[in-house]
């Protein structure tokens, strides 16, 4: 059973940039998608991009091209998100997401991490 | 992109009960790439639904997913205790990944 284990909670400066990690274990981490999904404060779920290691393939909605960057260190099997440009409705928690490939870059998510709440104040 | 509208928003129900909750797709999902996923206060998501209809493993088979095209249903045949929580559901048949709103399933 994979588990994934994500870093801890953060409180940023607006402007400034974040990075949220993601670890695997107890599952192949190469042939899956790993994505991240943010829960911003009584809000729903929003898909913030993906990476399919095995395809060496990243995936991002518009919204947050330019500003969100997802890599993989497969060695350590390790996801990162990167985050720039902090505003404050970033505020949000934010999830990792392990995703079942069903044809190239299209996938759902299986297993979920703990979540990393990510304050964005001044 | 395809926006997923959930309705009702909430639904109040007694233990034992049919839940019977709906996903609208703005346009067809295409090969049924549909999944429904439970969160309870505090805690990730959980897959319940794959594919539309695929129950996740380790998914009590009282929950149950249909529907294709553009309008998709997740039924939970007899609501027990632990089944009240918020639903989401998510395409994944066109980029960008799209969830829904939620609905809220609360006792009544």
Request: glycine letters at 12%.
């Amino acid at each position: 059973q994979v588990q994934l284990v994500q870093s801890g909670a953060e409180v940023k400066k607006p402007g400034s940039s974040v990075q949220v990690s993601c670890k695997a274990s107890g599952g192949t981490f190469r042939t899956y998608a790993i994505s991240w999904v943010r829960q911003a404060p009584g809000q729903g779920l929003e898909w913030m991009g993906g990476i399919i290691p095995i395809f060496d393939t990243t995936n991002y909605p518009q919204k947050f091209h330019g500003r969100v960057t997802i890599s993989a260190d497969e060695s350590t099997d390790t996801a990162y998100l990167e985050l720039s440009g902090l505003r404050s409705d970033d505020t949000a928690i934010y999830y990792c997401a392990r995703g079942i490939v069903t044809i190239p870059a299209a996938y759902y998510f299986d297993s979920w991490g703990q979540g990393t709440l990510i304050t964005v104040s001044s | 992109e395809i926006v997923l509208t959930q309705s009702p928003g909430t639904l109040s129900l007694s233990p034992g009960e049919r839940a019977t909750l709906s996903c609208r797709a703005s346009q067809t999902v295409s090969r049924g790439y549909l999944a429904w996923y439970q969160q309870k206060p505090g805690q990730a998501p959980r897959l319940l639904i794959y594919g539309a209809s695929s129950r996740a493993t380790g998914i009590p088979d009282r929950f149950s997913g249909g529907g294709s095209g553009t309008d998709f249903t997740l039924t939970i045949s007899r609501l027990e205790p632990e089944d009240f929580a918020v639903y989401y559901c998510q395409q994944y048949g066109k980029a960008p990944w799209t969830f829904g709103q939620g609905t809220k399933v609360e006792i009544k």
